[in-house]
C-alpha cells in the first residue's frame, strides 16, 4: 500500500496511490505500507528509488540503522505501539534523496497515518523532506510522552493496590507491571535509537538542520529517557514491594498453622495417654474421668493462646 504526501497553498495533503501515474513530482514523501512488487516497480520507474524489503528492516546493528549510499541518506527508527493489554515496536526505514522522503514498514504505524492532521503545532512546518521527518520524529516523541504519562499514572493506582489489596489480586497486579515494564523497554530502546538518529543527521551538513531545532529535539528525548529511568525504578520497586506482600501473607498463613500445631499438641498428647488400652488406668473407673480429661484438654489448648497473645505473637 503506498500513500503520498503532498504540500499544496491548502496546507498538507494526504492521498492513496491507486496507480503509478498517482506518482507524480510534486510528493514530498511516500509512505510504503508492506508494498507488493508491483508498487515496489512503480517507485522504482517514477522517482529511481529501489525500496528496500521490510524483513531487512530487524537489523540492529548500529551501521545498518543509520548508513549513506548512492541512494541517499537511510534511517531505521522504532515506533511504540501500546495498549492496554500489548506493546510491540514497528521497524520503520525512512530514506531521503534530496528531493523526497520515503518511509516502508510491515504494520500500521499510527504516527504516519495521524502525521498529516497533527501538523499545526510543529516548529519548523512541513514544507521539504527534512522537515517532514522531523515532524514525524516530534509526533513520535509526543505520543512517547503521552504513554508514559499513562503508565505513571497506572503505577499510581497500582501503588495504592500492592499496599492495601490481597493475595489474589496480586497476580493481577504483577501481570500489569510486567506489561508496563515491557512497554516501558521498548519505548526506552526507540528513544536510544532516535537520540542517535538525531545526532547523526546533526553531524551531517547538508540538511541544514537549525541547532537550536536540533538542540530542542534531543532536550525532549533526554527528559523522556530520565522519565523512562524513574519509571523503571518505580516498577522495580513496586515489583519487589508486592513480592514482598505476598511472602508476608504467606507468612501469617503459615504461622496460622503454625499456631494450631502448637494449640493442639498438648490436647492430643492428653487424649493419646487416655487412649492406650492398659487394664490397670486409675482414672477408667473414676466417674468424672472424662469430664476432667475434656476439662485439662481445654485447658492447656486455651494456656498456649494466652501465652502467644501476652507476647504478641498472636
Known amino acids: 500500500m503506498l500513500t503520498a504526501f503532498t504540500v499544496s497553498a491548502r496546507g498538507p495533503d494526504r492521498r492513496a496511490v491507486r496507480d503509478r501515474e498517482d506518482l507524480t513530482e510534486d510528493v514530498l514523501w511516500l509512505d510504503m505500507l508492506n508494498p507488493s512488487e508491483l508498487e515496489r516497480q512503480w517507485v522504482l520507474d517514477a522517482y529511481g528509488h529501489r525500496a528496500n524489503f521490510v524483513d531487512e528492516l530487524i537489523e540492529i546493528e548500529a551501521s545498518a540503522r543509520y548508513f549513506h549510499d548512492a541512494g541517499g541518506d537511510h534511517l531505521r527508527l522504532y515506533f511504540l505501539q501500546a495498549d492496554e493489554r500489548s506493546a510491540r515496536n ?15 514498514h510491515a504494520a500500521d504505524v499510527s504516527a504516519l497515518k495521524t502525521f498529516h492532521t ?87 551538513g547538508k540538511h541544514h538542520l537549525e541547532a537550536d531545532m536540533l538542540s530542542e529535539h534531543l532536550r525532549d528525548v533526554d527528559s523522556l529517557m530520565s522519565h523512562s529511568q524513574y519509571l523503571f525504578e518505580k516498577v522495580d520497586f513496586l515489583m519487589d514491594s508486592a513480592l514482598g ?70
Do not use: C
Open 118 to 204: 497533527q501538523t499545526e503545532g510543529l516548529s519548523r512546518p512541513p514544507t521539504d523532506p527534512i522537515s517532514i521527518l522531523l515532524g514525524i520524529d516530534a509526533l513520535r516523541v509526543a505520543v512517547l510522552a503521552d504513554t508514559f504519562e499513562r503508565m505513571h499514572g497506572e503505577l499510581e493506582s497500582l501503588s495504592g493496590a500492592i499496599f492495601s489489596g490481597g493475595e489474589r489480586v496480586m497476580e493481577a497486579l504483577l501481570q500489569r507491571l510486567g506489561r508496563i515494564e515491557d512497554a516501558n523497554g521498548k519505548a526506552r530502546l526507540g528513544m536510544i535509537e532516535n537520540r542517535r538518529a538525531l545526532s547523526a543527521f546533526g553531524a551531517n
Open 90 to 104: 514497528i521497524d520503520v526505514g525512512f530514506t531521503l534523496d534530496g528531493k523526497r522522503l520515503y518511509s516502508l
Open 245 to 314: 506482600m505476598i511472602d508476608i501473607q504467606h507468612s501469617r498463613r503459615l504461622s496460622i498453622f503454625t499456631v494450631l500445631s502448637v494449640v493442639l499438641m498438648p490436647p492430643t498428647l492428653i487424649a493419646s495417654i487416655y487412649g492406650m488400652n492398659f487394664r490397670h488406668m486409675p482414672e477408667l473407673d473414676w466417674l468424672l474421668g472424662y469430664p476432667m480429661a475434656l476439662a485439662l484438654m481445654l485447658a492447656v489448648a486455651v494456656g498456649p493462646i494466652v501465652y502467644l497473645r501476652h507476647k504478641k505473637w498472636l
